[in-house]
Protein backbone atom coordinates (compact mmCIF):
# COMPACT_ATOMS: atom_id res chain seq x y z
CA UNK A 1 0.00 0.00 0.00
CA UNK A 2 1.97 3.01 -1.26
CA UNK A 3 -0.76 5.95 -0.62
CA UNK A 4 -0.02 9.00 -2.66
CA UNK A 5 2.34 8.99 -4.76
CA UNK A 6 3.82 11.58 -6.98
CA UNK A 7 6.43 12.26 -9.93
CA UNK A 8 8.36 13.55 -10.04
CA UNK A 9 10.26 15.02 -7.06
CA UNK A 10 12.10 18.19 -8.59
CA UNK A 11 11.60 20.12 -11.74
CA UNK A 12 12.93 22.83 -13.17
CA UNK A 13 11.06 24.45 -15.86
CA UNK A 14 11.87 27.54 -18.16
CA UNK A 15 9.30 30.28 -18.46
CA UNK A 16 6.42 29.12 -20.82
CA UNK A 17 7.44 25.71 -20.86
CA UNK A 18 4.34 22.81 -20.29
CA UNK A 19 4.38 19.81 -18.08
CA UNK A 20 2.03 17.35 -15.84
CA UNK A 21 2.69 16.80 -12.33
CA UNK A 22 1.61 12.79 -12.02
CA UNK A 23 -0.54 11.79 -8.50
CA UNK A 24 -1.62 8.38 -7.98
CA UNK A 25 -3.29 6.61 -4.81
CA UNK A 26 -3.81 3.38 -3.88
CA UNK A 27 -6.23 3.53 -1.20
CA UNK A 28 -9.65 3.46 -3.84
CA UNK A 29 -10.87 7.68 -2.29
CA UNK A 30 -13.03 9.29 -3.84
CA UNK A 31 -11.36 12.76 -3.16
CA UNK A 32 -8.18 13.87 -4.58
CA UNK A 33 -6.82 17.36 -3.88
CA UNK A 34 -3.67 19.38 -5.79
CA UNK A 35 -2.07 22.48 -3.15
CA UNK A 36 0.67 24.38 -3.55
CA UNK A 37 2.74 25.56 -0.81
CA UNK A 38 4.84 28.82 -1.04
CA UNK A 39 7.64 29.56 1.44
CA UNK A 40 6.65 29.71 4.77
CA UNK A 41 2.96 29.62 3.87
CA UNK A 42 0.23 27.28 4.26
CA UNK A 43 -0.99 25.25 1.84
CA UNK A 44 -3.73 26.75 -0.92
CA UNK A 45 -5.91 24.40 -2.64
CA UNK A 46 -5.42 24.40 -6.67
CA UNK A 47 -8.19 21.91 -7.90
CA UNK A 48 -10.21 19.01 -6.75
CA UNK A 49 -11.68 16.14 -7.44
CA UNK A 50 -15.28 14.30 -5.99
CA UNK A 51 -14.47 10.83 -7.86
CA UNK A 52 -13.87 10.38 -11.20
CA UNK A 53 -14.72 12.80 -14.21
CA UNK A 54 -15.44 15.39 -11.72
CA UNK A 55 -13.16 18.24 -11.05
CA UNK A 56 -13.65 22.01 -9.80
CA UNK A 57 -11.46 24.94 -9.00
CA UNK A 58 -10.18 25.89 -5.66
CA UNK A 59 -8.55 29.23 -4.36
CA UNK A 60 -5.90 29.44 -6.80
CA UNK A 61 -6.60 27.60 -10.01
CA UNK A 62 -5.19 30.22 -12.95
CA UNK A 63 -2.93 28.73 -15.01
CA UNK A 64 -3.39 25.07 -14.29
CA UNK A 65 -5.52 22.10 -15.66
CA UNK A 66 -6.76 19.07 -14.22
CA UNK A 67 -8.11 16.00 -15.21
CA UNK A 68 -9.75 12.92 -13.22
CA UNK A 69 -10.20 9.39 -15.70
CA UNK A 70 -9.77 7.63 -13.22
CA UNK A 71 -10.28 6.64 -9.26
CA UNK A 72 -6.61 6.77 -8.73
CA UNK A 73 -4.87 9.04 -10.71
CA UNK A 74 -5.54 12.69 -10.74
CA UNK A 75 -2.54 14.64 -12.47
CA UNK A 76 -2.21 18.38 -12.65
CA UNK A 77 -1.13 20.17 -15.77
CA UNK A 78 0.68 23.55 -16.48
CA UNK A 79 0.37 25.10 -19.74
CA UNK A 80 2.49 28.03 -19.88
CA UNK A 81 5.29 27.98 -16.89
CA UNK A 82 5.79 31.29 -14.53
CA UNK A 83 7.97 32.24 -12.13
CA UNK A 84 4.73 32.87 -9.68
CA UNK A 85 3.94 28.98 -10.22
CA UNK A 86 7.76 28.00 -7.86
CA UNK A 87 6.04 26.36 -5.65
CA UNK A 88 6.20 22.67 -3.66
CA UNK A 89 3.22 21.34 -4.90
CA UNK A 90 1.10 18.75 -2.96
CA UNK A 91 -1.39 15.86 -3.75
CA UNK A 92 -3.65 14.50 -1.40
CA UNK A 93 -6.50 11.96 -1.48
CA UNK A 94 -9.74 11.23 1.42
CA UNK A 95 -12.33 9.20 1.57
CA UNK A 96 -14.77 11.99 1.68
CA UNK A 97 -15.27 15.73 2.14
CA UNK A 98 -14.77 16.61 5.80
CA UNK A 99 -11.95 13.74 6.41
CA UNK A 100 -8.46 12.55 6.99
CA UNK A 101 -6.54 13.11 3.82
CA UNK A 102 -3.37 11.59 2.78
CA UNK A 103 -0.24 13.61 1.39
CA UNK A 104 2.13 12.72 -1.10
CA UNK A 105 5.61 13.59 -0.80
CA UNK A 106 5.40 16.58 -2.94
CA UNK A 107 6.52 17.81 -6.07
CA UNK A 108 9.62 21.47 -6.04
CA UNK A 109 8.91 23.08 -8.86
CA UNK A 110 10.76 25.94 -9.74
CA UNK A 111 10.16 28.23 -13.25
CA UNK A 112 13.30 30.31 -14.29
CA UNK B 1 -13.58 34.52 2.37
CA UNK B 2 -12.32 31.82 4.50
CA UNK B 3 -10.25 33.22 7.26
CA UNK B 4 -8.65 29.89 8.84
CA UNK B 5 -5.35 28.79 10.88
CA UNK B 6 -4.18 32.13 12.38
CA UNK B 7 -1.01 31.10 13.46
CA UNK B 8 1.53 32.26 15.69
CA UNK B 9 4.66 31.35 13.58
CA UNK B 10 7.34 30.22 16.31
CA UNK B 11 6.91 28.11 19.36
CA UNK B 12 10.10 26.64 21.36
CA UNK B 13 9.70 24.94 24.15
CA UNK B 14 12.00 22.72 25.90
CA UNK B 15 12.33 18.97 25.84
CA UNK B 16 9.57 16.86 28.18
CA UNK B 17 7.62 19.75 28.51
CA UNK B 18 4.16 20.15 27.27
CA UNK B 19 3.20 22.14 24.25
CA UNK B 20 0.60 23.98 23.14
CA UNK B 21 -0.27 25.37 19.59
CA UNK B 22 -3.31 27.69 18.84
CA UNK B 23 -5.27 28.44 16.10
CA UNK B 24 -7.84 30.74 15.29
CA UNK B 25 -10.59 31.00 12.82
CA UNK B 26 -13.03 33.60 11.87
CA UNK B 27 -15.94 31.72 10.10
CA UNK B 28 -18.50 30.32 12.58
CA UNK B 29 -20.01 28.23 9.86
CA UNK B 30 -16.64 25.81 10.21
CA UNK B 31 -17.82 22.33 11.68
CA UNK B 32 -14.71 20.19 11.09
CA UNK B 33 -11.04 20.93 12.02
CA UNK B 34 -8.34 18.80 11.75
CA UNK B 35 -4.23 19.28 12.52
CA UNK B 36 -1.54 18.51 10.36
CA UNK B 37 2.24 18.10 10.99
CA UNK B 38 5.06 18.75 8.65
CA UNK B 39 8.50 18.11 8.79
CA UNK B 40 10.96 19.24 6.83
CA UNK B 41 11.13 18.10 3.38
CA UNK B 42 7.85 15.95 3.82
CA UNK B 43 4.21 16.32 3.17
CA UNK B 44 1.76 17.28 5.62
CA UNK B 45 0.49 14.40 8.09
CA UNK B 46 -2.36 13.60 9.94
CA UNK B 47 -2.73 13.84 13.42
CA UNK B 48 -5.65 14.90 14.79
CA UNK B 49 -9.48 15.74 13.99
CA UNK B 50 -12.25 17.31 16.08
CA UNK B 51 -15.98 17.83 14.45
CA UNK B 52 -18.14 21.02 15.90
CA UNK B 53 -20.35 18.90 17.92
CA UNK B 54 -17.39 18.20 20.15
CA UNK B 55 -15.57 20.55 22.21
CA UNK B 56 -12.35 17.87 23.11
CA UNK B 57 -10.56 15.05 21.60
CA UNK B 58 -7.65 12.93 22.77
CA UNK B 59 -5.36 11.05 20.85
CA UNK B 60 -1.95 9.83 21.62
CA UNK B 61 -0.14 12.84 23.28
CA UNK B 62 -2.00 14.60 21.98
CA UNK B 63 -5.61 16.65 22.51
CA UNK B 64 -7.24 19.17 20.59
CA UNK B 65 -9.51 21.55 22.42
CA UNK B 66 -12.14 23.90 20.14
CA UNK B 67 -13.92 26.59 21.43
CA UNK B 68 -16.55 27.59 19.63
CA UNK B 69 -17.62 30.73 21.51
CA UNK B 70 -14.10 32.36 20.58
CA UNK B 71 -13.54 30.50 17.60
CA UNK B 72 -10.32 29.14 18.97
CA UNK B 73 -8.73 25.90 18.82
CA UNK B 74 -5.54 24.25 20.35
CA UNK B 75 -3.55 21.39 19.93
CA UNK B 76 -1.90 20.13 23.11
CA UNK B 77 1.16 17.49 22.82
CA UNK B 78 2.37 15.98 25.75
CA UNK B 79 6.21 15.40 26.90
CA UNK B 80 7.40 16.90 23.63
CA UNK B 81 10.19 14.89 22.22
CA UNK B 82 12.77 16.40 19.73
CA UNK B 83 10.96 14.05 17.17
CA UNK B 84 7.56 16.70 17.47
CA UNK B 85 10.05 19.54 16.21
CA UNK B 86 7.83 20.85 13.12
CA UNK B 87 5.60 23.12 11.35
CA UNK B 88 1.82 22.54 12.67
CA UNK B 89 -1.08 23.13 11.00
CA UNK B 90 -4.78 23.76 11.61
CA UNK B 91 -7.25 23.77 9.01
CA UNK B 92 -11.23 23.79 8.87
CA UNK B 93 -13.91 24.00 6.41
CA UNK B 94 -17.62 25.00 6.43
CA UNK B 95 -21.02 23.54 5.51
CA UNK B 96 -21.01 22.00 2.41
CA UNK B 97 -17.62 22.92 1.08
CA UNK B 98 -15.37 19.95 -0.35
CA UNK B 99 -11.98 21.28 0.89
CA UNK B 100 -10.01 22.27 3.94
CA UNK B 101 -8.76 26.10 4.12
CA UNK B 102 -5.09 26.12 6.17
CA UNK B 103 -3.25 28.93 7.96
CA UNK B 104 0.63 29.47 7.57
CA UNK B 105 1.29 27.32 10.49
CA UNK B 106 3.31 27.24 13.88
CA UNK B 107 7.01 25.43 13.60
CA UNK B 108 7.38 24.43 16.68
CA UNK B 109 11.45 23.83 18.03
CA UNK B 110 12.04 20.98 20.63
CA UNK B 111 15.32 22.42 22.73
CA UNK B 112 17.19 19.60 23.89
Known amino acids: NAGVTQTPKFRILKIGQSMTLQCTQD?????MYWYRQDPGMGLKLIYY???????DKGEVPNGYNVSRSTTEDFPLRLELAAPSQTSVYFC???????????FGQGTRLTVV | GENVGLHLPTLSVQEGDNSIINCAYS??????FIWYKQESGKGPQFIID?????DKRQGQRVTVLLNKTVKHLSLQIAATQPGDSAVYFC???????????FGTGTRLTVIP
Open chain 2, 91 to 101: AGDQTGANNLF
Open chain 2, 50 to 54: IRSNM
Open chain 2, 27 to 32: NSASDY
Open chain 1, 92 to 102: ASSYGGRTEAF
Open chain 1, 49 to 55: SVGAGIT
Open chain 1, 27 to 31: MNHNY
